[in-house]
């Protein structure tokens, strides 16, 4: 069975609104950002087959959980049908994302 979830916790404009005024990304790279960490909770919600928040991941510990799917070896085996990447571009790219995503929490939840 096939877990999907269409349900976004993440705090879309605040991050948002972080990656222009604090990291400085100008507007593209910033829907680019949101749009994979929309991307990462799907495919983690899919993984684990319940649904995730990366606000409840940071709190509960700092997303290395999340970190930890987002490797070459987890994505192999995992479901071919969960919308992550195969390569190491891709992977690096979300990895990038969740980091800062980590750091806009760090930042703004303590």
Request: include cysteine.
């Amino acid at each position: 069975m096939i877990f999907k979830i269409e349900v976004f916790h993440l705090k879309e404009n605040d991050f948002h609104e972080w990656l222009l005024n604090i990291d400085k990304r100008d507007i593209k790279q910033a829907r680019d950002c949101v749009s994979r960490a929309r991307r990462i909770e799907r495919a983690a919600s899919e993984y684990f087959q319940i649904e995730i928040d990366l606000d409840d991941e940071y709190m509960k510990d700092n997303c290395e959980t999340i970190f930890g799917i987002l490797s070459a070896d987890k994505v192999k085996r995992a479901d071919k049908s969960i919308n992550l990447p195969m390569n190491d571009k891709g992977l690096t790219s979300l990895k990038s994302t969740l980091k800062k995503y980590v750091r806009f929490c760090r930042e703004n939840l303590g």
